[in-house]
């Protein structure tokens, strides 16, 4: 049998759009910073995340960032007054791609460095996620 360097995915990825935030992790923060103006007093860059899957996650920024930078990223709830961390983790950037002028540019990463607790919130926005899909599909008669 030969290797016909087709790439498989090995979850399910969900094709979703919400706020949240990254910045360089700390060990790589030398080696590329940004200008004031692009990002907080803590260093993080508003971002949306595009796509989720078990295995790591996309979003758009409007900043470059290059391959195998490692980013961390948070998501929080859009909910209620005190927004809670949905998750917290860091991901190694494998894919970068200009989409427009404007500029912006889709991101993908593999989630690293996991923890227990990073495996459960991962494991938490899956469920989320599917829960959501599984109701938007139901039909209201």
Request: charged share 25%.
């Amino acid at each position: 049998m030969t290797d016909s360097g087709l790439i498989v995915r090995r979850s399910v990825r969900f094709e979703i759009s919400l706020p949240a935030r990254m910045r360089v992790a700390a060990h790589h923060a030398d080696a590329l910073s940004f200008a004031k103006g692009v990002c907080d007093e803590d260093r993080w860059i508003d971002v949306n995340i595009i796509d989720f899957a078990a295995g790591g996650l996309g979003f758009m920024a409007e900043v470059f960032v290059p391959r195998q930078v490692d980013l961390e990223i948070q998501i929080p709830s859009q909910e209620g007054p005190d927004k809670q961390i949905y998750l917290s983790c860091q991901i190694r950037v494998q894919r970068v791609q200009m989409t427009d002028r404007r500029p912006g540019y889709k991101i993908g990463g593999e989630f690293i460095n996991q923890t227990p607790e990073v495996e459960s919130q991962i494991e938490m926005m899956l469920h989320r996620l599917s829960s959501e899909c599984d109701h938007q599909g139901e039909s209201h008669a």
